[in-house]
């Protein structure tokens, strides 16, 4: 079932989006060469405690009952990690890495969920490449995600533009309805056919995310039970935003 949220829940998404992008601005600011992706953590966490937020993915249940419960405030995954690589004070950033930080601050009842990748100090000609495509994606995607239009035009927009560049998308995991809780409907893959799937509706939020391979679509997950990983070792990148369905144009959450 897909909520529609009312102004009020709007005006709170709005709330929790905005503390969203205020902790990645701060995590942008520390990535350096020699800082670790746990104190990339801690400076997350305690922007989003100050302002009254919680990190929503501390304690997050694994997807299965082997698997602890996510054990920090961020998901920081560098290089071939795609997604959920866990925060440790034994990765430390190097010259030429690319990392992507995904976080979701829920306040007051709402959450808001995005994901950049960055590179650390000057990457390669291949990795930027791989970032611009990447965050482009999701603003191909958006072009659809008006009232009117359906999910698989978003996903097929997304999924084209992502094979054009030369670039995968992943397919077991895909973007998703967001509001009181981190994940609700409907599900929005990175790849589809057009016109198939719900139809838009102002009041729908949600949180559309590219999350785009350099080599092939393969992934496997490390035996932490989180860290997804390419298969082919190929770096991998992730751009996310929530963003809101109007009447109009769609407005994007967590661009701060
Ligand atoms: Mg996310």
Redesign the pocket.
Known sequence: MIYIKSKREIDLMKEACKLTALAHKEIEKAIRPGISTLELDKIAEKVIRENNGVPAQKGYPGPDKYTPNFPASI?ASINDEVIHGIPSNKVILKEGDIISI???AYKDGFNG???RTYIVGKGSKEDQKLLEVTKQAFFEGIKFAKKGYRIGDISNAIGEYVKENGFSVVKEFQGHGIGRSMHEDPGIPNYGKPGKGPKLEPGMTL?I?PMVIAGKSSILMLDDGWTIVTEDGSNSAHY?NTVLITEKEPEVLTLG
Do not use: K, T, Y
């Open positions: 998901c995904d976080l979701v969920d995005a994901a949180a995310e996310e």
